[in-house]
Nanobody, 115 residues
Framework: QVQLVESGGGLVQPGGSLRLSCAASGTISSVYTWGWYRQAPGQLREVIATISSGGRDNYVDSVKGRFTISRDNAKNTVYLQMNSLKPEDTAVYTC?????????WGQGTQVTVSS
């Protein structure tokens, strides 16, 4: 089992920055991919960034160059640094941990980009 708790969401103006955190506990060694997903109102949930256990990261085109996913193994935490935020980034952001047999999800954190 893996437990995930996100934090760091909030209200930010366009062009601003936020850093989301995902604190993990449990059988973390079984996780081979960490990811951040988001779901905007009326939209399907989409994966926006992933990082493998080997450190390789990938991004959806809409956030490339603006968002950075990273891990701090000592703190068992995965981060999503979000810069140059746009109103269309408004969504509930959820952390994900993928093992060989199961996906684990956090509870999500709201990010609202508005002036």
């Amino acid at each position: 089992q893996v437990q995930l708790v996100e934090s760091g969401g909030g209200l930010v103006q366009p062009g601003g920055s936020l850093r989301l955190s995902c604190a993990a506990s449990g059988t973390i060694s079984s996780v081979y991919t960490w990811g951040w997903y988001r779901q905007a109102p009326g939209q399907l949930r989409e994966v926006i960034a992933t990082i493998s256990s080997g450190g390789r990261d990938n991004y959806v085109d809409s956030v490339k160059g603006r968002f950075t996913i990273s891990r701090d193994n000592a703190k068992n935490t995965v981060y999503l640094q979000m810069n140059s935020l746009k109103p269309e980034d408004t969504a509930v952001y959820t952390c994900n941990a993928e093992t060989i047999s199961k996906y684990y999800w956090g509870q999500g954190t709201q990010v609202t980009v508005s002036s």
